[in-house]
């Protein structure tokens, strides 16, 4: 059974630019959450798609946006960049969502650096 | 106050020593109860799971909550260097799921 693939999986940008992150969740999961990790700020929660909808959103700006297709595959983008938006991009994939008895599948992770 | 506290680290032990990891958090709702490993270049993967207050052991590892002090453990006994990795708690009720900073953790040979 395929685990979640992320591509790229590094990636070097510069400021102002903007970037696309993709994600395919293991088969048969409907439920695709993104976060952004850093070493000061730990594990933060992007957002989360279920069936092509977003459901939830974490605390961050409008420059970060994502969407999912039919076939649950999902992508996220990042507008403007910032210095600051240098991080691990995580995505997880699980059956129903990341709430109650689910468990989160990860990939191995975008590596983003902003020069 | 953070919702899920996790001491950083780093923590540094010989082989062979038991290691405790920890987390504490505020909402007394969460039930479900999770230890992700995370090796570096490597996104987290599932360690243990457990559901409300008690011990689930499972090898080396033991993961234990107790939900009346809102203090979850991951006991790690025998520590091998391939233990080296970042270790992050997670916790979820039925609306939400959170995650601690996690804790860096070096065994050496």
């Known amino acids: 059974k395929a685990g979640v693939t992320q591509t790229p999986r590094y990636l070097i940008k510069t400021r102002g630019q903007q970037v696309t992150l993709s994600c395919s969740p293991i088969s048969g999961h409907r439920s695709v959450s993104w976060y952004q990790q850093t070493p000061g700020q730990g594990l933060q929660f992007l957002f989360e798609?279920?069936?092509?909808?977003?459901?939830n959103k974490g605390n961050f700006p409008g420059r970060f946006s994502g969407r999912q297709f039919s076939n649950s595959r999902s992508e996220m983008n990042v507008s403007t960049l910032e210095l600051g938006d240098s991080a691990l991009y995580l995505c997880?994939?699980?059956?129903?969502?990341?709430?109650?008895?689910?468990?989160?599948?990860f990939g191995a992770g975008s590596r983003l650096t902003v020069l | 106050q953070k919702e899920v506290e996790q001491d950083p680290g780093p923590l540094s032990v010989p082989e062979g020593a038991i290691v405790s990891l920890n987390c504490t958090y505020s909402?007394?709702?969460?039930?479900?109860f999770m230890w992700y490993r995370q090796y570096s270049r490597k996104g987290p993967e599932l360690l243990m799971y457990t559901y409300s207050s008690g011990n689930k052991e499972d090898g080396r590892f033991t993961a234990q909550v107790d939900k009346s002090s809102k203090y979850i453990s991951l006991f790690i006994r025998d520590s091998q260097p391939s233990d080296s990795a970042t270790y992050l708690c997670?916790?979820?009720?039925?609306?939400?799921?959170?995650f601690g900073a996690g804790t860096r953790l070096t065994v050496k040979p």
């Open positions: 997670a916790m979820s009720n039925n609306n939400d799921m959170r």
């Open positions: 798609y279920f069936s092509e909808t977003q459901r």
């Open positions: 997880a994939s699980s059956l129903t969502g990341r709430s109650g008895a689910n468990v989160l599948t």
């Open positions: 909402n007394s709702a969460f039930q479900y």
